[in-house]
């Protein structure tokens, strides 16, 4: 074996690198969404401890997991974001950025069932 094929890296084209570019975006757009709408949440309350005014109809065991996993979940769509635009300059990272996305998805994911069902 060569000395160059041992230190051959392989770098993204130029399409994946404009797909990155895009997908920050989008997770940019869902890390902005996910955390105003934690504030959002954190601000109003639920239901059961209000009497009137803007409430949340879920109960108040269930906000804690809610807004735990919520602002995780903005925050690694955040991260996300910033590892996509590392991905699009430097072409390597891909696995850390699908990482970050998946981690990211499975906390909202949780915040928004747990929301739901609670």
Same mark, same amino acid.
């Given at each position: 074996?060569?000395? %160059?094929?041992?230190?051959?890296?392989?770098?993204?084209? #130029?399409?994946?690198?404009?797909?990155?570019? $895009?997908?920050?975006? =989008?997770?940019?757009?869902?890390?902005? $969404?996910?955390? =105003?709408?934690?504030?959002?949440?954190s601000d109003s309350g639920v239901c059961e401890d209000k009497a009137f &005014?803007?409430c949340y109809d879920f109960s108040g065991s269930v906000e804690p997991i $809610?807004?735990?996993?919520?602002?995780?979940?903005?925050?690694?769509? &955040?991260?996300?974001?910033?590892?996509?635009?590392?991905?699009?300059?430097?072409?390597?990272?891909?696995?850390?950025?699908?990482?970050?996305?998946?981690? %990211?998805?499975?906390?909202? #994911? =949780? %915040? @928004? @069932?747990? #929301?739901? =069902?609670?």
């Amino acid at each position: 074996m060569e000395a %160059s094929e041992t230190t051959t890296t392989h770098k993204a084209g #130029a399409l994946r690198r404009v797909g990155a570019v $895009v997908l920050a975006i =989008v997770l940019a757009f869902v890390a902005a $969404v996910a955390i =105003v709408a934690m504030i959002n949440v954190s601000d109003s309350g639920v239901c059961e401890d209000k009497a009137f &005014g803007e409430c949340y109809d879920f109960s108040g065991s269930v906000e804690p997991i $809610v807004l735990g996993f919520g602002w995780i979940g903005g925050i690694l769509a &955040g991260i996300a974001a910033l590892l996509a635009l590392g991905f699009a300059i430097r072409g390597r990272g891909g696995r850390p950025l699908l990482t970050a996305i998946g981690l %990211s998805a499975a906390a909202l #994911a =949780v %915040s @928004i @069932i747990t #929301a739901r =069902v609670g």
